[in-house]
Structure formats: structure tokens, C-alpha cells
């Protein structure tokens, strides 16, 4: 009995051991994993965010937090497409984009034009409705306008400001992982920043790392955006494939 008393103490150390080993360096073996910029999106989110005058990482940060890349995605408010517009608002900037024949529909079916959208419609709040404020950009994007008067007076709607802070956070991981995509000459054939994990160990907070990935029930849906949580078997699947 006392020995297999010892051999369960010792297993369960082990597997701590290597708990605590995988998440110190979780950030260095598998980033471009935990966080994709799927090849056949990213010369558009840099032409995009050209375009409108946003930061690109702004942009995939919105895109991974709206939708995990997932062109398919849709809310039970019906929000859907990779930066996830609900019909009104998607018509809308098919008006002023002068989109012909437009179905809300589209937005699955073509991801390119999702990132379009999602590309003018936080350009349009991030430059001229907010003053270049990209945390209000973002509320407004989640919650609508009176979201953001909520936060000017100090009563934020309840998960705008997580996922506003959970956007930027994410763009800058996107950065520290990838670097400034854009200007590299192997786009659109790069996996992850030409570093060593060593660095990426630098430059990564580890704790961010984890918990921008896993960590996103404190934003809800609603009527304007919509926002998923991280798909498991996906993930694994993803990086043991890797």
C-alpha cells in the first residue's frame, strides 16, 4: 500500500512539475499556434488596415477576439463572418462602400470581405468618431455608442471595456510574436517572428499569454458584436500538427 501510496505522490508531482514547465514555456513552443494569423488573411488585414488607417495588429487582435479566425462564426444575436456584423450595421457599410448585390450572408462565405468590413467600420470609429481613442473605438464596436457614454461617465457596460482591453491586448501579442508582418518579404509564408524562444520568453508576459487565449467569458454577446471562446479540440489539434 505505501508504495503505491509514494508512486501516486510522485506521479502527481511530475504532472505539476510538468504543468508548471508547459506554462512558463507554453508562450516560446507553440505562439503561433495559440495565436494563428492564418496565411490566407493576412495580406488582406494589412491592405485593409493600410486602407483605414488602423494598426494591423488592431485588427487581427479584433478578429481573433470576435471570431478565433473562424470565417464561418455566427452569434445567437446573428452577428457573423470573421468580425462578426449583424445585418443592420452590415448593410449599412455595404451602402457606404458601395457593395452591389449585398447579402449579410456574404460575410461567411467571403472572408475577404468580412475583414473589409471589420477594417472600415473600427477605422471609421477609431479616426473620425473617437478622436483616435481606440478603447472607445472598441466599446462602441461591442456595445454601440451609448456603451461609450456609459464609460465617458464612469459606468462601463458590463464586459465593453474586457473586450476593448482584451482586443488591444491581443493586437500587442500579435506583435511581440509576429513583429511588424507587414513590411516582411515572406508574406504571406511566415509562421512567427524570426526569433529564437528565448526571446519570444522575453518579450512574452507569460500570464497574459494564457489568459488573453483561454480567458473570455467576461465578455457577453449582444445585439452588436459577438465575441467566442477558444475552440479546444481545435487548438490541439492545430498544435500537435504542427
Known sequence: MRVWVKVLAWTGVGLLGLGVLLFVIGPALFASVAYPLPREYQQTVCDEAKNF??????????????????????????????????????NSVAKTLG???????RLKTE?????????????DLVNRR??????KALIAYNGGGGAVIGYEQGYPFKGT???????????????????????REDLP?????????????KTINIADFW?????????????????????????????LSN
Open 53 to 90: 488607417n488602423i494598426e494591423p495588429k488592431l485588427l487581427a487582435g479584433l478578429i481573433f477576439t470576435e471570431s478565433r479566425w473562424n470565417p464561418n462564426a455566427q452569434s445567437g444575436a446573428g452577428a457573423m463572418g470573421l468580425t462578426q456584423f449583424i445585418s443592420g450595421t452590415a
Open 189 to 201: 509564408d511566415l509562421s512567427a517572428k524570426s526569433q529564437n524562444p528565448t526571446d519570444l520568453l
Open 130 to 135: 473617437y478622436g483616435g481613442n481606440k478603447t
Open 161 to 183: 471595456l474586457a473586450y476593448a482591453n482584451k482586443v488591444i491586448a491581443v493586437g500587442d501579442m500579435y506583435e511581440k510574436i509576429y513583429g511588424d508582418w507587414c513590411s
Open 99 to 105: 457593395v452591389e448585390d449585398f447579402r449579410p450572408s
Open 211 to 239: 489568459k488573453n487565449l483561454f480567458f473570455n467569458r467576461d465578455i457577453p454577446t449582444n445585439d452588436s458584436q459577438s465575441s467566442g471562446s477558444i475552440n479546444v479540440d481545435s487548438f490541439w489539434k492545430n498544435l
Open 111 to 123: 472572408p475577404l470581405l468580412a475583414i473589409k468590413f471589420g477594417g472600415f467600420y473600427l477605422g
